[in-house]
T-cell receptor, first 116, second 112 residues
Framework: GAGVSQSPRYKVAKRGQDVALRCDPI?????LFWYQQALGQGPEFLTY????????KSGLPSDRFFAERPEGSVSTLKIQRTQQEDSAVYLC??????????????FGPGTRLTVL | DQQVKQNSPSLSVQEGRISILNCDYT??????FLWYKKYPAEGPTFLIS?????DKNEDGRFTVFLNKSAKHLSLHIVPSQPGDSAVYFC???????????FGTGTRLTVIP
C-alpha cells in the first residue's frame, strides 16, 4: 500500500504490561512523527524522527515512553508498565522532507490502546 | 494549555448549504495553518492549508480564511455534501517546528 500503516490497530493491555506499537511510513519519507490522541481531544505531539535520528522527544509524557527508528524507516513506540491514562489512539505520520513546516504530514489509521 | 481551540464540538448543516467551521489560536508565532478531515477508524487526512502571509486560500468547494489580528481562522465548505460528514481538525505550526498543534475537532454532519 502507498499510505502509512500501523499495527496492531487495536491493543488491550493489562495495567503494568509493556506494549510495542509499529509504524510503517510511506517509503522514502524522511520525517516521522508520533502523536497521542485521547478521547475527545485532538492529536498531541509525542516525538519526531528525521531518518533514524530522534530530534525531538519533548512530547513524550514520561520515561515509560520510548520510540525508535533504527534504520530510518519503520518506527516502534514502546510503552513500559502501561497505566490507565495511557489509553488513547496513537497516530503515526510521515512527511517527505525534513522539518519542513509546509510539507504535508500523512497520517496512519492509528493504534487504539486500551489499558485495563 | 490549548494553543489551538475549536469551540464548537459539532455542527449540522443541510446538504447544499454552507458549512463554516471556526478555529482560534493563542500563539502569535504560528505561521502556517492546516485543516484535516477525519473519518471513523481512519487517520486524519490533509484538506487545505494557509500561510500567514495570506488571508484566504481556496481549493474547489473548500476555502480557508485567516484573520491574524483576531488569531482566528475558518473553513468554509460550499456547497456541503453528505460525504463531507466527518470530524474536522484545525492545526497550526511555526517555521522550523517539528510538530503540529491540533484543536479538539468539530464533528460536521451534512443532512441529505
Amino acid at each position: 500500500g502507498a499510505g502509512v500503516s500501523q499495527s496492531p490497530r487495536y491493543k488491550v493491555a493489562k495495567r503494568g504490561q509493556d506494549v510495542a506499537l509499529r509504524c510503517d511510513p510511506i517509503s522514502g519519507h524522511v520525517s516521522l512523527f508520533w502523536y497521542q490522541q485521547a478521547l475527545g481531544q485532538g492529536p498531541e505531539f509525542l516525538t519526531y524522527f528525521q531518518n533514524e535520528a530522534q530530534l525531538d522527544k519533548s512530547g513524550l509524557p514520561s520515561d515509560r515512553f520510548f520510540a525508535e527508528r533504527p534504520e530510518g524507516s519503520v518506527s516502534t513506540l514502546k510503552i513500559q508498565r502501561t497505566q490507565q491514562e495511557d489509553s488513547a489512539v496513537y497516530l503515526c505520520a510521515s512527511s517527505l522532507e525534513p522539518r519542513d513546516t509546509y510539507n504535508e504530514q500523512f497520517f496512519g489509521p492509528g493504534t487504539r490502546l486500551t489499558v485495563l | 494549555d490549548q494553543q489551538v481551540k475549536q469551540n464548537s464540538p459539532s455542527l449540522s448543516v443541510q446538504e447544499g448549504r454552507i458549512s463554516i467551521l471556526n478555529c482560534d489560536y493563542t500563539n502569535s508565532m504560528f505561521d502556517y495553518f492546516l485543516w484535516y478531515k477525519k473519518y471513523p477508524a481512519e487517520g486524519p487526512t490533509f484538506l487545505i492549508s494557509i500561510s500567514s502571509i495570506k488571508d484566504k486560500n481556496e481549493d474547489g468547494r473548500f476555502t480557508v480564511f485567516l484573520n491574524k489580528s483576531a488569531k482566528h481562522l475558518s473553513l468554509h465548505i460550499v456547497p456541503s455534501q453528505p460525504g463531507d460528514s466527518a470530524v474536522y481538525f484545525c492545526a497550526a505550526s511555526e517555521t522550523g517546528a517539528n510538530n503540529l498543534f491540533f484543536g479538539t475537532g468539530t464533528r460536521l454532519t451534512v443532512i441529505p
